[in-house]
């Protein structure tokens, strides 16, 4: 398997235009989860999903952020209108299946900064 | 609310010596314990985890972890360091009661210095 796959692995942008970042969890997982790390915040858990079904979004800084999960392969987090404060690492990871203790599998994450 | 309690920013420890790592956890319901692995510019790697069982767990590279329920801890340990052990290492912990789903709270890092 080709683990959990992240696009882009950079991406350079000015404040205010719109950002999307994209993730392709390992197949059979059904849990899918984004992150932010920063060195002044650490890991943060922005949102998951559990069958596509976004579970707990109580992580996403403010309505400027957006996720979806069209479908079990596939992932977005949408930052519009993107602000500097928004640089960090934004990683997906994904679990599963069913309710298990499982593991959580992380993408190589993607490096925003917005200038 | 579950929490988790990594009290050390860093470790420093000289290769071939014997290395822990400290993790302190609160929840509500039986935990479900992770340790995790950060090299740079890397995603998280899984190393071992605790379910039931056991109390000593043993996982990927040499590692192993020791559940203490009385005192609510979980630390990671390895009998010889090396210098490739330098990383930064995350304790997490899912509670199984609640709502809460699949959520899992990580700590704040540890960052492990293996000196040759």
């Known amino acids: 398997d080709a683990g959990v796959i992240q696009s882009p692995r950079h991406e350079v942008t000015e404040m205010g235009q719109e950002v999307t970042l994209r993730c392709k969890p390992i197949?059979?997982?059904?849990?899918l989860f984004w992150y932010r790390q920063t060195m002044m915040r650490g890991l943060e858990l922005l949102i998951y999903?559990?069958?596509?079904?976004?579970?707990?979004d109580s992580g996403m800084p403010e309505d400027r952020f957006s996720a979806k999960m069209p479908n079990a392969s596939f992932s977005t987090l949408k930052i519009q209108p993107s602000e500097p404060r928004d640089s960090a690492v934004y990683f997906c990871a994904s679990s599963g299946p069913g309710q298990g203790a499982y593991e959580q599998y992380f993408g190589p994450g993607t490096r925003l900064t917005v200038t | 609310a579950q929490s988790v309690a990594q009290p050390e920013d860093q470790v420093n420890v000289a290769e071939g010596n014997p290395l822990t790592v400290k993790c302190t956890y609160s929840?509500?319901?039986?935990?479900?314990l992770f340790w995790y692995v950060q090299y740079p510019n890397r995603g998280l790697q899984f190393l071992l985890k605790y379910i039931t069982g056991d109390n000593l767990v043993k996982g990927s590279y040499g590692f192993e972890a020791e559940f203490n329920k009385s005192q609510t801890s979980f630390h990671l340990k390895k009998p010889s360091a090396l210098v490739s052990d330098s990383a930064l290492y995350f304790c997490a912990v899912r509670d199984t009661r609640g709502t809460g789903g699949f959520k899992t709270i990580f700590g704040a890092g540890t960052r492990l210095f293996v000196k040759a």
């Open positions: 999903f559990n069958n596509n079904v976004p579970i707990d």
């Open positions: 929840v509500s319901g039986n935990p479900y």
């Open positions: 197949s059979g997982h059904n849990s």
